[in-house]
C-alpha cells in the first residue's frame, strides 16, 4: 500500500549508526517536523543529527494529502470561545506564517508550491458556517462565504480561505536531508543523562534534544498518553476524476476531504478512532462509485493522526522539569503546517530566542478536566477488557482491524501487524 506520493518520489537512504557519537542537538523523528527543524537548525550554524527508527517520512508524511494551510475545520470560533482572542489571534498567525515559510522554502529549492484556496463546507449547517465567520472577522482575518463550491454534491455553504497551499511532500522531504547528517533504522530507547540510547546500545550525546517521533515515547514525562489519543483516516487517489480546483474538507467528521495532485483527485474520510470501527476504503470507494463513476482508483493508503483535546498541539519543552528536551506533537491531521510552525517555535527556543507563539503550543498548558476525564475512561475501559492480546506500551487490550489487518490499540493509537510486528507508536516493542 504506497500513497501517491511514495509512488513518485524515491526518499534517499541513510545508514544505520554504528558508534557513539556526539553533537550539539539531537532531532529524534524522521518525519517532516523533525526534518525541518534539523534543516532549520543547520541553517543556523547549529549541529545538528538526525535519528530515524526506520525509514525517513516512512509513516505519517509519507502518508499525508500534504494540505498546508491555516484553516483546520471550523476551529476558529471554538478556539475565541474556550481560549480567548488572544490565543485564537496567536494561533491563526502562526499558522498564516507557516504556510508563507513553505512557499519561500518550496521555491528555494525547487520543490512544487500550488497556491490553492482552501474551503471547509458543510453539506447541512449553514450556522455553524456563519459562526466562524463571525470569529474570523473579530480576529481581523478575511475569510469569504461561498455557496458555490466546485464538488459534485448539494452544500449549505464553505469557509473560504484564500491564498493557501499544496505540496509534494517527498519531494520536499528529499531535497531538505540532503545536507543532513541522518541515520535511518536507529532508534531511540530513551534519554538518559549519559544521552540517548538507541535500540541495539549506541549513544548520542546531545545539548538538546528534540522528540519529534509522532507520538512521544518517553512515559514517564509530560503524561502525553492522557491528553492524546490517535484517529485513523483514509484516502484515495482518482484518475479522470474533475478537478475541484481547490482543497475542501467537510465540517462533519463523517464527511470527505479532497484536492487535486497534477491529474489525479485526492479523496480522503472513513476515519475512525485507532482501534474502532470506522468506514475505511470502503466508504471512500461507495463514494467514488457514485459521484465519480468513469474515474480509476490509481492507489489507497491510510495516515495516523495524534489529536489533542483542545485541538492545539503540543510544541515545546517536552515537560517542565526537563531542560534541554523538546517535542512537536498533537498536530490534529495538520501535520504538514504543523511540522513548520513546530520547526519555527523549536528552532527559536534553541537559539535563545523568545517566540512570539511558544506559549499558545506550550506542552505543559492545563488541560480542562471534562477532556481528560473522558479520555483516560477511554483507556481505562480497555484496560480492564478480557483479551489474550496485550499492547506492550501500557497493557490495552488490542482490538482486530479487519481493513488493515492489524492489530489496534484502542487507548493510545499503537499498531501491530498480524505476526505482531510493530506499525505505529506510540509502543517501542513488537508484539
Known amino acids: 500500500m504506497l500513497s501517491l506520493w511514495a509512488m513518485q518520489t524515491q526518499m534517499p537512504r541513510f545508514p544505520k549508526l554504528q558508534e557513539d557519537i556526539r553533537t550539539d542537538v539531537l532531532v529524534i523523528g524522521g518525519g517532516m517536523a523533525g526534518i525541518l527543524c534539523a534543516w532549520f537548525l543547520k541553517r543556523a550554524g547549529v549541529e545538528c543529527v538526525l535519528a530515524e527508527g526506520g525509514a525517513l517520512c516512512g509513516w505519517n ?3 499525508t494529502t500534504a494540505k498546508v494551510t491555516s484553516q483546520h475545520g471550523l476551529l476558529y470560533d471554538e478556539l475565541v470561545r474556550k481560549e480567548g482572542m488572544e490565543t485564537a489571534g496567536l494561533y491563526l498567525a502562526a499558522n498564516l506564517s507557516a504556510v508563507e515559510q513553505y512557499a519561500k522554502l518550496c521555491q528555494k529549492l525547487g520543490s512544487p508550491f500550488e497556491r490553492r484556496d482552501s474551503y471547509v463546507y458543510s453539506v447541512n449547517d449553514q450556522g455553524r458556517l456563519e459562526k466562524e465567520m463571525g470569529a474570523l472577522e473579530k480576529l481581523g482575518y478575511r475569510a469569504q462565504f461561498s455557496d458555490a463550491l466546485r464538488l459534485p454534491f448539494s452544500v449549505v455553504g464553505g469557509v473560504r480561505f484564500a491564498d493557501q497551499g499544496q505540496i509534494d511532500p517527498l519531494d520536499l522531504a528529499s531535497r531538505l536531508v540532503k545536507d543532513l547528517t541522518v541515520y535511518e533504522r536507529t532508534g531511540i530507547r530513551e534519554i538518559a543523562k549519559e544521552g540517548a540510547v538507541t535500540d541495539d546500545g549506541r549513544r548520542i550525546e546531545a545539548d538538546q534534544y528534540i522528540v519529534a517521533t509522532h507520538f512521544p515515547f518517553w512515559n514517564r514525562h509530560g503524561l502525553y498518553f492522557m491528553k492524546m489519543y490517535q484517529q485513523r483516516s483514509y484516502c484515495i487517489a482518482l484518475e479522470g476524476a474533475q478537478d475541484v480546483e481547490g482543497m475542501y474538507v467537510d465540517e462533519a467528521a463523517n464527511g470527505f476531504s479532497f484536492r487535486s495532485a497534477g491529474r489525479y483527485l485526492l479523496v480522503g474520510g472513513g476515519g475512525h478512532r485507532t482501534g474502532k470501527e470506522g468506514g475505511c476504503w470502503q466508504q471512500l470507494r461507495q463514494f467514488a462509485g457514485r459521484f465519480y463513476p468513469k474515474a480509476k482508483e490509481v492507489c489507497s493508503w491510510a495516515a495516523q493522526d495524534c489529536m489533542t483535546l483542545d485541538r492545539i498541539p503540543y510544541i515545546g519543552r517536552y515537560a517542565k522539569h526537563l531542560p534541554g528536551v523538546w517535542t512537536a506533537t498533537g498536530f490534529n491531521k495538520w501535520g504538514m503546517t504543523s511540522s513548520m510552525v513546530a520547526a519555527q517555535i523549536l528552532t527559536d527556543e534553541i537559539l535563545g530566542k523568545e517566540s512570539p507563539f511558544a506559549r499558545v503550543f506550550d506542552p505543559s498548558r492545563a488541560m ?22 496485550r499492547c506492550p506500551h501500557l497493557g490495552c487490550a488490542l482490538k482486530w482491524n479487519g481493513a488493515e489487518h492489524s492489530w489496534d490499540c484502542p487507548c493510545h493509537g499503537s499498531r501491530f501487524s498480524a505476526e505482531g510486528m510493530l506499525l505505529d507508536n506510540p509502543a517501542t516493542d513488537k508484539l
Open 368 to 389: 480542562r478536566k471534562g477532556p481528560l476525564l473522558r479520555n483516560g475512561m477511554e483507556a481505562a475501559g480497555n484496560l480492564l477488557a478480557l483479551s489474550k492480546k
Open 61 to 63: 508524511t509519507g502518508n
